[in-house]
């Protein structure tokens, strides 16, 4: 059971939030409890989907902003975000088994997305105090200097998401899957 209310249903979350939450529904046909509990600040659910929304459109391939989330979640020990990033990797970025364990390693078998997975890793392992040649490597993988700041800014997404659920230890809607954190 979450640390507070996760709202049962669209209905019961705060009026504010509800056209962001039946929005959400539409585009992929529920509202995961993630985005119920956070709902309960229509404000963070706000500035959360637009974020999503505006990183979704940009230059990062799905797949490789799936990889990314599957390592930052491990590097976080986020069961909820682990669970969710499987199911959306395999179902939605069309990751396989041997890829999506790749990247809960910290690497890829791609290898242009091994650069932005391990230089992710080394941003949210290292709370962003990453050297000059871990930027020089994501550069040298081909890399756009825009490409490296929507990097960072998925860091950053997924990491707001792994610390809701871990603060608020949000029920898991997704498969269960195993941490790999010690």
């Keep these: 059971m979450s640390r507070i209310p996760t709202p049962a249903?669209?209905?019961d979350a705060p009026q504010a939030a509800r056209p962001l939450l039946e929005g959400l529904k539409k585009q992929i046909g529920s509202a995961p409890n993630l985005f119920r509990i956070v709902a309960n600040s229509p404000a963070a659910l706000e500035g959360y989907l637009g974020l999503n929304g505006a990183l979704a459109g940009g230059d990062l391939p799905a797949a490789t902003r799936e990889r990314i989330a599957l390592a930052v979640a491990e590097v976080n020990g986020c069961g909820y975000c682990i669970a969710a990033h499987t199911y959306i990797g395999?179902?939605?970025?069309?990751?396989?088994?041997?890829?999506?364990a790749a990247n809960r390693s910290g690497r890829s078998t791609d290898p242009k997305a091994d650069a932005a997975v391990r230089f992710a890793v080394q941003i949210a392992g290292n709370r962003g105090q990453v050297a000059a040649g871990d930027v020089d490597a994501v550069k040298a993988a081909g890399y756009s200097d825009g490409e490296i700041v929507e990097i960072i800014a998925?860091?950053?997404?997924?990491?707001?998401t792994n610390y809701v659920n871990e603060v608020l230890d949000t029920e898991i809607d997704f498969p269960a899957v195993t941490s790999n954190a010690a």
């Design 90 to 100: 395999k179902n939605v970025a069309k990751l396989d088994d041997t890829e999506i």
């Design 154 to 160: 998925h860091v950053a997404l997924n990491t707001l």
């Design 9 to 11: 249903s669209i209905e």
